[in-house]
């Protein structure tokens, strides 16, 4: 089985979640500034892991995010990064080096037995 680790951070007005396997780190940055809140991202998401965010909160002027991630549900598949009109979003995938990924390989093995 494969084992993936999820987890977010905020700087800023960057909110960022990264996905790890032994294969990849992918780090999805959403940046809220940038985010016009026309919700097209949230249409499209086929995992509906977006959700537009706190919208009174927004019209009154508190500094929030217009849309709001579930890092559970987010499958990293790059949709939202692919049709956000404001570039909002922006995914990096770094492939990890072949000695780390044998590695990672040999040290599940030997768990396993």
């Known amino acids: 089985m494969m ?3 999820k987890d977010m951070d905020v700087e800023d007005s960057h909110i960022l979640a990264r996905q790890k ?5 992918i780090l999805l940055d959403y940046d809220y500034k940038k985010c016009a809140g026309c919700s097209i991202c949230v249409a ?3 995992k509906n892991a977006l959700q537009e965010g706190p919208l009174q909160e927004i019209a ?9 991630i579930d890092l559970d549900a987010c499958a990293f598949c790059g949709m939202c990064v692919n049709f ?6 922006k995914m990096t995938v770094q ?3 072949e000695e ?3 590695k990672e390989a040999a040290e599940s093995a030997e ?3």
Do not use: N, V, W, Y
Request: with cysteine.
């Open 3 to 5: 084992e993936i680790e």
């Open 21 to 25: 396997s032994k294969q990849r780190e």
């Open 60 to 68: 009154k002027g508190l500094d929030a995010p217009p849309i709001l």
């Open 95 to 97: 492939e990890l080096p």
């Open 100 to 102: 780390e990924k044998a």
């Open 44 to 46: 499209l998401c086929p």
């Open 84 to 89: 956000c009109p404001t570039k909002a979003f």
């Open 111 to 113: 768990a396993e037995a």
